[in-house]
């Protein structure tokens, strides 16, 4: 095997990790906005961020921005830990909000009533709570990850990979264009494609807020 193969079959086993490390983060994330909004409010309301499944996709790419900030930090001093990843998940929430609000015109939280916050897509208090993820993602998630990587060929990761990159892929896409969809709804725009029709169909507004019950319109 040449170096050229080598390093194609880092790069793939690199992209499956990163991909693990994503469906890790939003299944976290998802467990902790509904235990959070458990107490609440006292009762299960809906936090996921994709249309199928248990998934708070910023968590998961919150997960992926730990991941490839440690392969390049190799500190592990829980306070520099806490510091680094309080601003790495106070950007990616901010940017988060911020790419949700301009590309289907809603936004799922609005911190505007806390103390330092900004423009009401991070605050002090959340990136603290993205400190103890970090602090929590070194402690746990990267012992997991490195077993993972010591099974990364064996067959039965393989399958579940293909199936779950698969059910993910099409999961993120049609989430995309029905949230796309009811933004144009919402604008008074017919649909002009047999797509816009399916969706129409099959993921009506009331539909779409059932699955994203804590989002608000711009």
Known sequence: MDKLDIDKKELINEIIIIFWVFIIGSVLGYVYEMIVVLFQ???????????????????????IVYY????????????LVFILTMI???VTEYLA??????????ISWDYSNLLFNINGRTSLLHCSYWGIAGILYVCYIEPLIKKV???INSVSLKIAFSILFTF???????????AQRQEERRNS??????????????YPDEYMDKVYAN???M
């Open 88 to 90: 790495l998940g106070g």
């Open 41 to 63: 409010k006292g009762f299960f309301e809906s936090r996921q961020g994709l249309i199928y499944g248990p998934f708070t996709p910023v968590y998961g790419i919150g997960g």
């Open 149 to 151: 990587k010591s099974h």
């Open 68 to 79: 490839l900030a440690f392969k390049i930090i190799k500190t592990r001093n829980k306070g």
């Open 189 to 202: 725009i017919e649909s002009d494609s047999k797509f816009d029709m399916f969706l129409d169909k099959y």
């Open 97 to 106: 909000s911020y790419i949700q609000e301009k590309a289907f015109g809603t």
């Open 215 to 217: 989002k608000k319109n």
């Open 168 to 178: 993910m892929t099409f999961n993120i896409l049609i989430s995309c264009a029905a």
